[in-house]
């Protein structure tokens, strides 16, 4: 049964910093390409940072130097350092294969304001 359960999302002021957590379970999480998507309401999910299973990262735009994905490919975890946190960084995060999109989680609420 494949589970993705994001997890650290909360209220941070601008400026601020946040690190999320993702537990995988059910997928071939050594071979996928993972990323994390973000949702703000109106807007389509879009694909904000991803890492290969060697460890090869990429980002959007909007978010280099300031964000850091990871991953812990014994624990089948990928993770979400956000630094220098904005108010359109506001929306609900989730993660996923890239490879192939599994049923989505509930995602992470990440809220920034002040």
């Known amino acids: 049964q494949v589970q993705l359960v994001e997890s650290g999302g909360g209220l941070v002021q601008p400026g601020g910093s946040l690190r999320l957590s993702c537990a995988t379970s059910?997928?071939?999480?050594?071979?996928?390409?993972m990323g994390w998507y973000r949702q703000s309401p109106g807007k389509q999910r879009e694909l904000v940072a991803q890492i290969t299973s060697g460890g090869n990262t990429d980002y959007v735009e909007s978010v280099k130097g300031r964000f850091t994905i990871s991953r812990d490919n014994v624990k089948n975890m990928v993770y979400l350092q956000m630094n220098s946190l904005k108010p359109e960084d506001t929306a609900v995060y989730y993660c996923?294969?890239?490879?192939?999109?599994?049923?989505w989680g509930q995602g992470t609420q990440v809220t920034v304001s002040s």
């Open positions: 059910g997928i071939l999480f050594r071979i996928y390409r």
């Open positions: 996923n294969s890239v490879t192939r999109n599994y049923p």
